[in-house]
């Protein structure tokens, strides 16, 4: 353990050096939300340190969750004070982008009473009393990064909003310890980059709602040999809209949307247009709408 974590260290000081795009670096714990304040930070360090990859339940007062691993792990948790005039959905937006940016890949993600008690969350897992409140408003998410030296990454996301209407996050940065199975992470699973989320207008001309960030992203992503660009196009179906105009509108959307990446480098023959319209309904708030929901697929 005292040579893991004298690596960790010598990573950490790396990611410091002049010239390193700090927070595209792994082993760089998340920048800050800017409207929130740190309340804590505690230094994590652990042979079998617990994180979870699917809903907990408690039963027996045992925690019981499908999918969850103990390991060996270096790193340190922060627990942050949204502030009043903010909400923990762009502090979770926020986080979700950085990780996205350093091409990190969400293993689990869950929101509301699909992730369990939030009581067992704040005491049993995280053990910061303060993260008990409402299981109608919390979400979850652990994601996992590899770093070019081999080195692995967990961050974890856990916000919530208590009774008081305080809003609190909890991140977990930690380096993962060698020969540990981290699920999800270095499978063909890993291979899948995305999706960043394009909320389009329009109709026979379409406005796409994407940031300089996150087409240098899918432009990075697409640079991989042999990567395929996947562009999913959904739909919302309008009151009086027929079920085949919905499917039209996100055709033509996808196209213009191909059109746009072909002319940023991004090859029609990498792109692979999927349109899905409005048949596949989903439960996350942030994939709602007419969109474009570009993922791409490496080697």
């Known amino acids: 353990m005292q040579k893991?974590?004298?690596?960790?260290?010598?990573?950490l000081f790396t990611a410091?050096?002049?010239?390193?795009?700090?927070?595209?670096?792994?082993?760089?714990?998340?920048?800050?939300?800017?409207?929130?304040?740190?309340?804590?930070?505690?230094?994590?360090?652990?042979?079998?340190?617990?994180?979870?990859?699917?809903?907990?339940?408690e039963v027996n007062n045992q925690i019981r969750s499908e999918t969850m691993a103990?390991?060996?792990?270096?790193?340190?948790?922060?627990?942050?004070?949204?502030?009043?005039?903010?909400?923990?959905?762009?502090?979770?937006?926020?986080?979700?982008?950085?990780?996205?940016?350093r091409g990190a890949q969400v293993l689990f993600e869950c929101s509301?009473?699909?992730?369990?008690?939030?009581?067992?969350?704040?005491?049993?897992?995280?053990?910061?009393?303060?993260?008990?409140?409402?299981?109608?408003?919390?979400?979850?998410?652990?994601?996992g990064s590899t770093a070019a030296d081999g080195?692995?990454?967990?961050?974890?996301?856990?916000?919530?909003t208590r009774g008081n209407l305080r809003e609190y996050v909890w991140i977990e940065h930690l380096a993962v310890g060698s020969g540990a199975t981290v699920p999800g992470l270095g499978s063909a699973e890993s291979r899948v980059k995305g999706p960043v989320v394009v909320p389009w207008q329009g109709g026979i001309t379409f406005r796409f709602d994407w940031s300089a960030t996150d087409r240098r992203r899918i432009s990075e992503w697409a640079s991989a040999e042999g990567a395929t660009v996947v562009l999913t196009a959904f739909a919302a179906l309008g009151g009086d809209e027929s079920f085949q105009d919905a499917m039209?509108?996100?055709?033509?959307?996808?196209?213009?949307?191909?059109?746009?990446?072909?002319?940023t480098g991004v090859s029609a023959e990498q792109q692979k247009v999927i349109v899905v319209g409005p048949a596949i309904p989903l439960s996350d708030p942030n994939r709602q709408g007419d969109r474009?929901?570009?993922t791409v697929i490496t080697r």
């Not at 893991?4 to 990573?11: Q, R």
């Not at 008690?117 to 979400?139: C, E, H, M, P």
């Open 4 to 11: 893991f974590f004298l690596t960790v260290c010598v990573m």
């Open 16 to 57: 410091c050096l002049p010239g390193k795009p700090w927070a595209a670096v792994p082993s760089a714990f998340p920048e800050a939300f800017a409207q929130s304040t740190l309340e804590t930070s505690t230094r994590i360090e652990s042979s079998g340190h617990l994180v979870l990859f699917s809903p907990v339940r």
């Open 70 to 101: 103990r390991l060996p792990v270096s790193g340190e948790g922060r627990l942050y004070q949204v502030d009043r005039d903010s909400s923990r959905q762009k502090a979770r937006d926020h986080y979700l982008r950085l990780l996205q940016a």
């Open 112 to 143: 509301s009473i699909a992730c369990g008690r939030s009581n067992v969350w704040a005491n049993k897992i995280f053990g910061q009393r303060v993260l008990y409140g409402r299981d109608a408003t919390q979400d979850y998410l652990v994601a």
């Open 151 to 160: 080195s692995r990454w967990l961050t974890l996301v856990y916000t919530v």
């Open 248 to 263: 039209s509108r996100a055709g033509e959307a996808a196209a213009s949307l191909s059109e746009v990446l072909a002319k």
């Open 292 to 294: 474009v929901e570009i």
